[in-house]
DNA sequence: TATGAATGAGACTTCATTCAT
DNA sequence: AATGAATGAAGTCTCATTCAT
């Protein structure tokens, strides 16, 4: 293959090497599949040959894996923006799921991570451990963690506790589903929808003088 | 391969051939992906193999994709379910969610189906459209419908109508979601978490006296 | 490919196969050495494709041990042989290597077995075994209780008896050896050389009147 | 790599590396035959990489046949040796002999070049002809020689000077097959194989006082 | 109708060889 | 001189599809 840059050391190309590697692997199995993604379809996104990502890589798996891995990672860290909310629990809660929204349902990246979950859990189960432990249990903890504090300061109805975390966080899931699903061909606003869900929610989770519905 | 039944007559058999075949088809690929599922997978499942199926599906891709409309049309049809509901918007929503639940995120084989539409979308946006038409439309469209009317008659509150009907079946997908991706690793209540969303989105939008939180 | 022969029904085909793909590995196999032979050469030699070997035999791992199994296995059987043997001792020692002879040094399958057991059995230490158990271990058992008789009748020398055995079999494995490097290269008359060879360890090279060399 | 030894020079080291390679790639073709070598772990075993072989040598094909070369070659001469035999022509065939096994049976080295002319002998020829030429031819003709001088002295019987040489070599080559097939899995005591089959070959199995079996 | 042997395209993986550094 | 990244041909094995029985 010809050289793309003449200015980029040999060695430089290295060590970036794996990297490129694996964001081409992610842009193939996010779009095709594990089983459907050839690994001469990676190498060609990178003008190099199946060979050198042989390289790089002992098998199609580990590739897969790590693939998975690094994009996890390299994903924004909840648990920081998390630590820095500040406010009431309720405003603190919205807070919370404008971030998760952003990093989970609007961000290409991680909403095809759960494509990939849904898709080769069964093959690869370590693959859903880690969106579990990087998306989902994160927002889940915090979102449990700040009901609980909002319940016990009188903020937030009683018997709403049990639940109202999982509540919260669906509409993420909605949207983020929901463009997987239709791509560009039923656009949705889902930061909208978010926050109509967030304000719906809200409503009924704090405590109110009036009686219910 | 042994007979299964005795008393099956042949002309019986062939007639239920192709449902058995589409059946066997939806658990392989619900089970592995289409590309990682193999004919014969299929025909073993029947005590029958690769040859029978090719007698009655001419591709692999014709089966996925008959398989797909089978599954989705064999289900309860959400239709007819809908046209019964009785009572105030808030109760007919609430009961349309319910159905809408047990048929999409308590049903097995439909949550299957979100998973092959959002695994498999790309090499068959068909299947998508179908899941889209069976499932997602038509709950989307009554719950407009529904929400709606309450804005109109004063039962719900004005500025929640554009995205209501959203944020109301978001849970729905969060279950089915979070059942797809952990199985039996994580079980969750998805009929409480439904009531619980129901219950909280509901305090929101129906009008109320006091002022917001 | 062709069908070579109109009347052979499939059954009778199928029947035969495993044997058919058996002995043209052998051939490859004896021809080229494990590592150098290609799954389709095999296939080749049958006019069949390699997709049919691989009906037949997992990996080519399997395909050399079976072929092993069964090229040893299809030779005559030494044991029974060994057991037709009349006469005084030496006359049976001498029945014995000549037999031996036939079945090792001058049948082409046995030798290439010998060859395969020198050249594989790093990667295949059971062929060696199986090479042994079949070829080796039955003439020295023999050779050794028919020494061992002699000496005890008093018709062999007592201090020969520890290495005769040994010293026996030598002249085979040297013809089957020469065979195996030359093939018809340099041809020499086996059967003459081993006879020479019994004749001279029975009898002696020294001249007879006189005492030792 | 790391240097292995810091006193030795670099042009010391530079002159010493093809025999090092040569070596080295010896070990590893007769571990797993030409075709399971790959050159890299000919390099490996010195630290070195595959680029340096392909500096010294231009393909696996000429390195394997230089390897072979080189290994004949190192080992002692067998014509010398055979040149200093003094005494009778018995007592010269047991030199002989003796030092036939040392250099042939019992030298590691040329016997895995026994394993290597009779595994790779289809792809390298010459291999074979070089071991003929340096191990077979040498000792044969020297016994030939030897043979018809006490024939002609009338130290030997005359019938037998057709196929002595063969005979009288036979335990070199069982010896040295045996431990080649069997390693350390079955050792035998090769220099007292090859002694009791001089002494038999020389004098004769049966008892000596009366007449041939 | 059903079988399953056979095919052959195609995917993963290996490795001899090259060559820029 | 030495490295080792990169190539690409080649080999093992799989599987959708065909078709004679």
Not at 44 to 61: A, C, D, Q
Not at 194 to 200: G, P
Request: hydrophobic residues 40%; aromatic residues 8%.
């Amino acid at each position: 293959m010809k050289r793309v840059e003449k200015k980029t050391s040999r060695a430089e190309r290295k060590a970036r090497r794996p990297d490129e590697i694996l964001e081409a692997a992610f842009e193939e199995f996010a779009a095709k599949g594990y089983a459907a993604t050839r690994v001469e379809d990676v190498a060609s996104r990178l003008g190099i040959t199946k060979g050198t990502v042989y390289l790089y890589f002992p098998t199609k798996e580990v590739l897969f894996q790590e693939m998975f891995r690094q994009a996890s990672t390299s994903s924004a860290d909840l648990s920081t923006a998390i630590g820095s909310l500040r406010g009431s629990c309720a405003d603190r809660i919205r807070g919370l799921l404008l971030i998760s929204y952003e990093s989970t349902a609007n961000d290409r990246k991680t909403r095809e991570l759960l494509r990939l979950s849904l898709a080769e859990g069964t093959r690869f189960p370590e693959a859903v451990d880690f969106y579990h432990g990087k998306f989902i249990a994160p927002t889940l903890a915090a979102l449990t963690a700040l009901v609980e504090q909002g319940v016990k300061s009188g903020e937030f109805r009683q018997d709403a506790a049990a639940h109202a975390p999982d509540v919260l966080a669906s509409s993420i899931f909605h949207v983020a589903v929901w463009r997987l699903m239709f791509a560009g061909r039923k656009p949705i606003d889902g930061k909208a929808i978010v926050e109509a869900h967030i304000d719906l929610v809200m409503s009924g989770l704090v405590q109110r003088s009036g009686r219910r519905y």
